[in-house]
């Protein structure tokens, strides 16, 4: 059973980046479609960024031009890079396939303060 561990967050002053990893050990990795979540306090959990089997990728509409999401196939790694950070972007971070069928990793906080 795929455990996703996530990794890379912290405590950024607006306008700072952050690169987030993600290790998910499976021996499908590579046809899954794949996703970073996050969950801000008192909202639900929203899909921020997912990228397909070939590499195509999209965004929420808060976080275009700011994020990227990325994979490595070989390392069974997905990463997203964050960028231009700001406060609303507070949250815990998690990645999950599309549809979420994983068990939920522990995420990763991101905290953008000044």
């Known amino acids: 059973q795929v455990q996703p561990v996530e990794s890379g967050g912290g405590l950024v002053q607006p306008g700072g980046s952050l690169r987030l990893s993600c290790a998910a050990s499976?021996?499908?990795?590579?046809?899954?479609?794949l996703a970073w979540y996050r969950q801000a306090p008192g909202k639900q959990r929203e899909t921020v960024a997912q990228i397909n089997r070939t590499g195509g990728t999209d965004y929420v509409d808060s976080v275009k031009g700011r994020f990227t999401i990325s994979r490595d196939n070989a390392e069974k790694r997905i990463y997203l890079h964050l960028n231009s950070l700001k406060p609303e972007d507070t949250a815990v971070y998690y990645c999950?396939?599309?549809?979420?069928?994983?068990?939920w990793g522990p995420g990763t906080q991101v905290t953008v303060s000044s």
């Open positions: 999950n396939a599309i549809p979420a069928s994983w068990p």
């Open positions: 499976s021996s499908l990795f590579t046809i899954y479609r």
